[in-house]
């Protein structure tokens, strides 16, 4: 992992999910992230795919990634191979959750 694709993952610690109040990171919606010729990639999937937040969170992790030094260009892929289900949210995310 490189200290860039670290720097993102932190960043979109900052992007939340604003149906559930938790960010996309402890969500679960984060499948991968990579780094490669000055741009960084994120695979990521929404919590259904009739998800009313749906452009609302790609804009948001644009942004983040966008603002990160050095300035990468962000490349964001939405999948829903595998489907999000509860039991994706992270130890963090259920304790915000109040689970």
Do not use: H
């Amino acid at each position: 992992m490189t200290d860039l694709v670290d720097l993102a993952r932190e960043a979109l610690k900052q992007v939340y999910d604003p149906e559930a109040g938790v960010n996309i990171v402890d969500m679960g919606l984060i499948y991968d992230i990579a780094e490669e010729n000055g741009s960084v990639q994120v695979v990521m999937t929404l919590t259904s795919e009739g998800c009313p937040a749906a452009s609302q969170i790609l804009v948001a992790v644009e942004e983040a990634i966008a603002n990160l030094p050095s300035s990468p260009t962000p490349d964001v892929r939405i999948t829903f191979d595998p489907p999000w289900t509860p039991e994706m949210i992270t130890a963090d995310g259920r304790a915000l959750l109040g689970q």
